[in-house]
T-cell receptor, first 110, second 113 residues
Framework: DAKTTQPNSMESNEEEPVHLPCNHSTISGTDYIHWYRQLPSQGPEYVIHGLTSNVNNRMASLAIAEDRKSSTLILHRATLRDAAVYYCILTHQAGTALIFGKGTTLSVSS | DSGVTQTPKHLITATGQRVTLRCSPRSGDLSVYWYQQSLDQGLQFLIQYYNGEERAKGNILERFSAQQFPDLHSELNLSSLELGDSALYFC????????????FGEGSWLTVV
């Protein structure tokens, strides 16, 4: 499976935008880019995913580089409840288990 | 609420014992996954079942086994428990869509004493 690289930690202030980067230079043409997050003492939660085009949903936006070797998860206005570990994961087509790395621990200050 | 139900939520047992963790996937999801999360190992993929058959194996110990039943619920059996098996065990199920979105349960906390 292609690997992803994320910063260990990031900090943000409440109500400010947050840009969480992810590098995946060995991504293949059929790999989807997934983002999950895990709040303390909870199961991982799906955030967003995409293949080539930028994606938006109620939780976040996903910006994918034109060469697909990197992507950025954008939280438009961080809240205290967004403090979590964010995982960037590449998946093949339907049916593949997610392999989690260490992710980025996001801290949000008021 | 992800729709994935795990029982029990908490379990304390002694070394050498055997426990069974149960998972009910989201309605209609055919794939079930088991993960283990401990402080030092992070989230580790254990095993995947699809419609009753084993689909993929991860870092699952030989002392651990799983199965998926005809009604699609799954059980993870942990035997000859050791202190190091203390962890949070997650079950997840997936929609067979493009990209394979996976939904996790709230986990079963296992403490081995």
């Amino acid at each position: 499976d292609a690997k992803t690289t994320q910063p260990n930690s990031m900090e943000s202030n409440e109500e400010e935008p947050v840009h969480l980067p992810c590098n995946h230079s060995t991504i293949s043409g059929t790999d989807y880019i997934h983002w999950y997050r895990q709040l303390p003492s909870q199961g991982p939660e799906y955030v967003i995913h995409g293949l080539t085009s930028n994606v938006n949903n109620r939780m976040a936006s996903l910006a994918i580089a034109e060469d697909r070797k990197s992507s950025t998860l954008i939280l438009h206005r961080a809240t205290l409840r967004d403090a979590a570990v964010y995982y960037c994961i590449l998946t093949h087509q339907a049916g593949t288990a997610l392999i989690f790395g260490k992710g980025t621990t996001l801290s949000v200050s008021s | 609420d992800s729709g994935v139900t795990q029982t029990p939520k908490h379990l304390i047992t002694a070394t050498g014992q055997r426990v069974t963790l149960r998972c009910s996937p989201r309605s209609g999801d055919l794939s079930v996954y088991w993960y283990q999360q401990s402080l030092d190992q992070g989230l580790q993929f254990l095993i995947q079942y699809y419609n009753g058959e084993e689909r993929a194996k991860g870092n699952i110990l030989e002392r651990f086994s799983a199965q998926q039943f005809p009604d699609l619920h799954s059980e993870l059996n942990l035997s000859s428990l050791e202190l190091g098996d203390s962890a949070l065990y997650f079950c997840a199920s997936s929609v067979r869509d493009r990209g394979n979105t996976i939904y996790f349960g709230e986990g079963s906390w296992l403490t081995v004493v």
